[in-house]
């Protein structure tokens, strides 16, 4: 089983796809869903505490927009346990978004230059594309095995 | 607390329409909540569908890339077409984004264009915090549920106003619609400058403490004031200095633009019929204030008020200026002078400089509509209300006792108290 990072990073359609070829997901959600449910954080639902845009100084030093480094202190410990990615392009809103232009573009770099197995698609807009779409996911999850596969390649 | 009080209290609670892309993100949504509250208002955020965001863009005429500020554009659309509604709008983005500031400015212009409602917006950081918000919060509330307080044009009965400023404090008395006396002092301990002030006022007033009917206070001691005066009105800035400048500058009816260069930061408020619309307040940088201009006077070796005479005889464009800080500004006329510069010319280049700042940086966020009203101790230095007659090609008014303004303003609104 591989971490998968996908983007749009809360994705449940990808989220849900990931699952079902056996590999782990890294969606946003688990991140804010640490900060509902962990004691002493005193602004849930609000996504993030004063302190962690801080961490996201790692990623967009004081010159970039705070949102960007709010985000990416969520994206953080997604960048960093990702073994393999699916990069969706083009999306609509429904199926996932950070909210952020500029951090999309970010995070897309960043994963890129991680060097690990990813998958680029756009969004299908046909039912053809569609199955297509799910066709190249299931391929690309199948061939990372177990994950040390997709860790070496 | 019993039930009837939390209705009562919700009664009044005025409702902010929150439109904004950023916030929940930077950590500072609790500080903007926080700084409602303490104004007895409730931020809302406008229920939007998932189709109203995509058709957003196409209704507004804007495109844009990032889906919150699709999100924004669909909530400015809810407010003004009434599916949302609020008494007043808070208009958010991050600092330093310029998608974000298109958005802002445009969706503050739509709103107040075609809702009327009060808006106010501000580019925030992660080290924003509720007291950053609190006078632009107050100010947005009393626009929206006040309107009464502010119809006022005359002052009448025998009151008093006190503004505790960051630089200096500032006490008058006024009685029929006549300032009796004033005073004006330094700022050091906001209580002790307080009543200093306000003794040499009434002194010169020729009036008994005991005999002021209603007393307003303003500026950044004015909770500390309030309190110890027992003010029947304490009131931001943004209120009492535009009821001050229309009142004082006889322009009680119709547009204008008030502009205060303060010591700590700059208010630019557009006005229509003496009640703020959409103003701004910042914060630009000490550059742009009226501290630099007190480097200016002492580095040339004259007093302040004598700083605005030498700059009108100057002529700024000989003057190199390569920043705008407040450091390497004073650096560059520094050099200048090294040089052989006038003195005329340095006082005139620091007068633009000041103008040229709060041009370029504040004035682009409000719409600048004649007269442009100049107020504060800093309008009395001459050379900066020129500057920014040059600058803006219009019509600058600096009225009598403009440096007076919030302490003005406040006799003028606090003498509605008598009468209630």
């Known amino acids: 089983m591989a971490n998968i990072f996908i983007y749009p990073s809360n994705s449940l359609i990808l989220y849900d796809l990931v699952e079902r070829f056996g590999h782990k997901p890294l969606a946003v959600m688990q991140e804010i869903k640490k900060r509902v449910t962990t004691a002493g954080i005193d602004s849930p639902p609000l996504n993030i505490t004063p302190e962690d845009p801080k961490i996201g100084l790692k990623y967009a030093a004081v010159e970039v927009p705070a949102g960007v480094r709010g985000r990416m202190s969520l994206l953080d410990p997604l960048l960093e346990d990702s073994e393999a990615a699916i990069l969706v392009e083009d999306a609509p809103i429904g199926f996932g978004c950070m909210g952020c232009q500029r951090t999309s573009e970010l995070v897309g770099f960043l994963i890129r230059a991680k060097r690990i197995p990813i998958l680029e698609l756009s969004y299908p807009t046909s039912d053809d594309a569609a199955e297509n779409f799910v066709y190249q996911i299931s391929e690309f999850l199948n061939g990372l095995g177990d994950g040390k596969e997709a860790k070496n390649e | ?420």
């Open chain 2, 1 to 420: 607390m019993d039930l009837e009080m939390v209705r009562r209290q919700r009664m009044n609670e005025i409702e902010v329409a929150q439109i904004s892309c950023g916030s929940e993100y930077t950590g500072i949504q609790h500080e903007i909540e926080s700084a409602a509250e303490q104004v007895g208002a409730k931020i809302i955020f406008p229920d939007i569908d998932l189709e109203e965001v995509e058709a957003a863009e196409a209704k507004f005429g804007l495109k844009v890339t990032s889906p919150d500020l699709k999100l924004m554009l669909a909530r400015a659309i809810s407010v003004v077409e009434g599916h949302t509604t609020a008494d007043a709008v808070f208009i958010g983005t991050c600092f330093r984004c310029a998608e974000g500031a298109l958005v802002r400015n445009e969706i503050r212009r739509y709103v107040h264009d075609k809702s009327g409602l009060p808006v106010i917006s501000y580019s925030y950081t992660e080290r924003t915090t509720a007291d950053t918000l609190l006078t632009r919060m107050e100010a947005l509330t009393t626009i929206a549920k006040r309107r009464s307080l502010l119809a006022r044009e005359k002052q009448s009965g025998l009151t008093a106003g006190i503004d505790s400023g960051s630089t200096t404090t500032k006490a008058v008395i006024m009685q029929d619609n006549e300032i009796l006396g004033f005073g004006w002092v330094g700022s050091t301990d906001v209580l002790e400058s307080a009543e200093e002030a306000y003794s040499i006022a009434l002194s010169e007033s020729g009036i008994e403490r005991d005999a002021v009917q209603a007393i307003g206070v303003t500026g950044y001691g004015r909770f500390m004031l309030g309190k110890s005066f027992n003010a029947d009105l304490v009131q931001e800035e943004i209120t009492v200095n535009s009821k001050g400048a229309v009142y004082l500058a006889d322009r009680h009816k119709g547009a204008a633009t008030v502009i205060d260069v303060g010591g700590m930061d700059n208010k630019a408020i557009s006005v229509q019929d003496g009640i703020p619309g959409i103003f701004t307040m910042g914060g630009i940088c000490a550059g742009a204030s009226g501290r630099f201009l007190e480097m200016t006077a002492k580095r040339l070796g004259v007093d302040i008020t004598e700083l605005g005479k030498l700059a009108l005889a100057g002529k700024a464009s000989n003057i190199s200026m390569n920043s705008y800080c407040i450091v390497f500004g004073i650096q560059s006329l520094v050099n200048s002078l090294s040089k052989g510069a006038r003195h005329e010319d340095v006082a005139a280049a620091a007068c633009y400089s000041v103008a040229e700042q709060v041009f370029e940086q504040q004035l682009q966020e409000v719409e600048v509509r004649e007269p442009v009203i100049m107020v504060g101790g800093t309008a009395l230095i001459e050379g900066l209300p020129q500057a920014m007659r040059e600058l803006l090609q219009a019509e600058v008014i600096v009225p009598p006792y403009a440096q007076l303004i919030g302490a003005v303003g406040s006799a003028l609104l606090s003498s509605g108290f008598i009468e209630e």
